[in-house]
């Protein structure tokens, strides 16, 4: 096992994911620096030692570094979490290149797709700092209930075994797993689909659908999702796992879920604009339903669940039209996991 007890690590984006992941690793007794944009909310996590805009109420570790300088945070980083919205993902990396040392790891925790390449973020990181490892976590991860130290496990998805052992000692403890899976597309292809369908399950919360129709809903959208991946490349057999279903199902019935809530809003009435805005946080599923429908229309792809939701969104279609889409557009394959492409 290899000894941390030197490492220094910084984690790039203060909002709720990224400040609970610096204060793990903090609590771990690592070096640790939280990179943030603005330097009023960065003065007043150094003073309060809380993010109060993201984490209210949760105190932060009095080792946790607090910076808005990018090459002071990065200084002798032999690792580097990238947790900021994948919208934010390309700009940041090429400003962080050239403060980065040639044997760094970078791990990605955003859930998104870039909007003109359809590249995942780990595939962004690749392209710009192409002399680092890189891997993803995803899984299951509500901020808060990590603040809270509920028990929680993840997901790190690399091809480089020493890279996963690394980040699984990190920020492994008694309240939070993390476990090693090496289908680092499949498993970050996952993050980014689900948070589609928590906006129809949050819809569906709204409009007080019972638990057979929940239970429906989850099912297709897990189908769904694996039809996506087979035709992308990904292993299906990955969405049957933490990254997969159990991000699934935290993000299609937890109020915390960002996509979750939006969607609830929506289903409440609310307009798009009205829905994002009392969030009050990115909420990745609305740019990747976008992309996810255009992406499937291109292929051939049958998604009943992004298409209806991309008609709400983007069309003006009505949630009740969309919600009928949804249930009443079924044919045998709506309910069936595929794990190999038809032929």
């Known amino acids: 096992m290899t000894d941390y007890k030197n490492h220094r690590v910084a984690v790039l984006g203060g909002g709720s994911f990224g400040t609970a992941i610096a204060n793990m690793i903090a609590s771990n007794g690592y070096a640790v620096t939280l990179w943030l944009r603005s330097e009023v909310r960065a003065a007043s996590i150094r003073d309060s030692r809380e993010n109060s805009d993201y984490l209210p109420g949760y105190q932060l570790h009095s080792a946790m570094e607090v910076s808005t ?9 032999q690792t580097v979490f990238f947790a900021v919205p994948s919208s934010s993902f390309r700009e940041l990396a090429k400003r962080a290149f050239p403060f980065l040392n ?3 790891v970078l791990v990605s925790t955003a859930k998104g797709i870039e909007a003109h ?20 976590i995803s ?4 901020a808060r209930e990590i603040a809270q130290f509920e028990i929680t496990a993840t997901v790190i998805a690399s091809e480089n075994a020493e890279l996963c052992e690394r980040i699984q000692t990190l920020l492994g403890s008694q309240y939070f797993r993390v476990y ?23 819809i569906a919360e709204a409009m007080d659908v019972g638990q057979n129709t929940k ?15 087979v035709h992308l490349g990904a292993n299906p057999l990955t ?4 990254s997969g279903v159990g991000d699934l199902y935290v993000t299609c019935t937890s109020p915390l879920s960002r996509n979750f809530r939006v969607g609830l809003a929506l289903g409440q009435g609310k307009t798009l604009d009205q829905a994002v805005s009392q969030v009050g946080q990115v909420a990745e599923g609305v740019n990747t339903t976008k992309l996810v429908k255009e992406k499937a229309d291109d292929l051939g792809i049958y998604m009943p669940l992004a298409s209806a939701l991309y008609a709400t969104l983007f069309e003006q279609r009505s949630i009740l039209e969309s919600l009928q889409a ?18």
Not at 69 to 77: H, I, R
Not at 183 to 189: K, P
Not at 215 to 229: K, Y
Not at 327 to 335: C, K, S, Y
């Open 139 to 142: 899984g299951p991860n509500l």
């Open 239 to 242: 969405f049957l796992g933490l």
């Open 69 to 77: 300088d990018l090459e002071q945070a990065l200084a002798g980083a």
């Open 102 to 104: 040639k044997d760094c």
């Open 117 to 136: 390449s359809f590249m995942l973020p780990s595939e962004i990181l690749e392209q710009e700092i192409p002399h680092c490892w890189v891997g993803v």
């Open 215 to 229: 239970a429906v809903v989850l099912t297709r959208s897990l189908a769904e999702m694996s039809r996506f991946a």
């Open 326 to 343: 949804m249930m009443l557009a079924e044919q045998n394959t709506d309910v069936e996991f595929m794990v190999k492409a038809n032929d």
């Open 180 to 202: 090693a899976n090496h289908d680092r597309y499949g498993v970050e292809l996952a993050g980014a689909l689900k948070n589609i369908y928590a906006i129809v399950a949050g």
